[in-house]
Structures are given as structure tokens and as C-alpha cells.
């Protein structure tokens, strides 16, 4: 399943992307945001944020449901999906601690474009608030605590950006994608630009994606993470 995702995010990079963004929708709709339980009921702890009990068991149901429906997965380990459930908690703990490090904020503003900008909540192409009010109930969830919720998405994201918007390529880097489109064009002919902006983005996004992971792990190794692998 891992080697699955792994090889075909190697080939277009993209796919990955587009797979993360497909299973934030899905935990959107069954509000799978962060709920900040009680010691007693936590799974794990990332400094002073945890991660309850039914937090994980929300988040290690919707990525079975994602690979059985979505991926058509039919060989789904338990393992791997509680690692990868556990493995997603933290990180999103971590950056919403690297938020709160950076001072970053959620203007009044960008909350509310957020909100009517989700498809979710839509009706004809509009926001459509007796649907948002109504999705919201079915999930047992006030507008409240869901603004609360996608304030700290948000952050999150916005925390992301930060980090990839400092990301460039190097001189040396894009010699190498020039010598790349190169050696990808036909015998005797240049390269073309479509070609050269096409491994130019390529190079950025991995660069940017190792740039989003080291970061992650730099939060990781000086946070105090605890994890109670019996409740899992």
C-alpha cells in the first residue's frame, strides 16, 4: 500500500498531492479536525496539544475507508494504517505548534473566504448558508467549534506556506534542469520551454516537499512528543 503511493508519487508528483487535499475534504465532512481530550483519554501528546482517543480512531477510519473506496486497496494492514493515523496526528500537531512559534494569526477575513470558498457548503456554485448549517448539524458540530477547527487548519496551512514560499533552486539547480530538458530533447534540437518549466516545477516541488518534511522533523525532535502505544 505504502510502495503503492511511494511509486506513483515518483512518476507525478502531483498524484500525492492531490491524494493528501482528497482525504482533508473527506475528514472536512465527518469533522476529523483536532479535539483536544483530556490526559486521561489521550493516544499521544505533542508538547501541550494531545491527541484523544477518538481523535485517532476517526482519523484511522477514514484513512481505511480512503484506500478500500478511494484506492480501491484491497490489502489494508492494520499496522500501516495505524502508523499512518498516529504519524498524521502529530505532524499536525507539530506544525500547529510551528504556527503558534511563528506568531502566525487567522484574519476575520480569511476565515470566512475559507468557509464560502468550500465546495462542501455550496449550492449551485454558492455558499449556501441553511446547507452549512445543516452539514454541520448531521456532523454534530456547532458553526463554533467548526470555525475554531479550520482557524487551526488554517494556521496549519498557513505555517506550510511559509516554509515552501522560502524554498527556491539554487544556480546549480537549474543548470541541472536545463541539462535535464536537454538531454530530453530530440537528437539536434533544443530544448523546449514547455519542457524546461515542466522538470523546472518538478525540481521545486520535491525541493519544497523535503523542505516541508525536514521542517516537520526539526519541530518533531524538539517537541515533547509522548505516545501510549497501548491505546492505539
Not at 49 to 56: A, D, G, M, V
Not at 59 to 86: G, H, P, S, V
Not at 111 to 122: K, P
Not at 193 to 222: C, D, G, P, W
Amino acid at each position: 500500500m505504502l510502495r503503492t503511493m511511494r511509486e506513483g508519487s515518483q512518476k507525478h508528483p502531483w498524484i500525492l498531492w492531490s491524494i493528501l487535499i482528497a482525504i482533508t475534504i473527506t475528514f472536512v465532512i465527518v469533522g476529523a479536525w483536532d479535539y483536544e481530550g483530556s490526559s486521561a483519554n489521550a493516544v499521544a501528546e505533542v508538547g501541550p496539544h494531545k491527541i484523544s482517543l477518538q481523535e485517532y480512531r476517526r482519523t484511522y477510519d477514514n484513512y481505511y475507508t480512503f484506500y478500500r473506496d478511494q484506492l480501491k486497496q484491497e490489502d489494508i494492514k492494520e499496522e500501516d494504517l495505524k502508523l499512518q493515523a498516529i504519524n498524521s496526528l502529530i505532524a499536525d500537531k507539530s506544525w500547529t505548534l510551528a504556527a503558534e512559534e511563528l506568531g502566525l494569526v487567522i484574519s476575520p477575513e480569511e476565515l470566512r473566504n475559507s468557509i464560502l470558498e468550500q465546495e462542501e457548503f455550496q449550492k449551485d456554485g454558492t455558499f449556501d448558508p441553511q446547507f452549512y448549517q445543516r452539514i454541520l448539524a448531521n456532523n454534530r458540530m456547532t458553526p463554533g467549534e467548526f470555525e475554531s477547527r479550520r482557524i487551526t487548519e488554517l494556521l496549519r496551512n498557513k505555517a506550510r506556506l511559509l516554509v515552501t514560499e522560502s524554498t527556491t533552486l539554487t544556480p546549480a539547480e537549474l543548470k541541472e534542469v536545463e541539462e535535464l530538458a536537454k538531454r530530453q530533447a530530440p537528437e539536434g534540437a533544443d530544448a523546449g520551454a514547455k519542457t524546461t518549466e515542466r522538470i523546472q516545477l518538478q525540481f521545486l516541488y520535491q525541493k519544497k516537499q523535503r523542505a516541508l518534511e525536514a521542517f516537520q522533523v526539526s519541530m518533531r525532535s524538539k517537541s515533547n512528543i509522548i505516545i501510549h502505544e497501548q491505546l492505539l
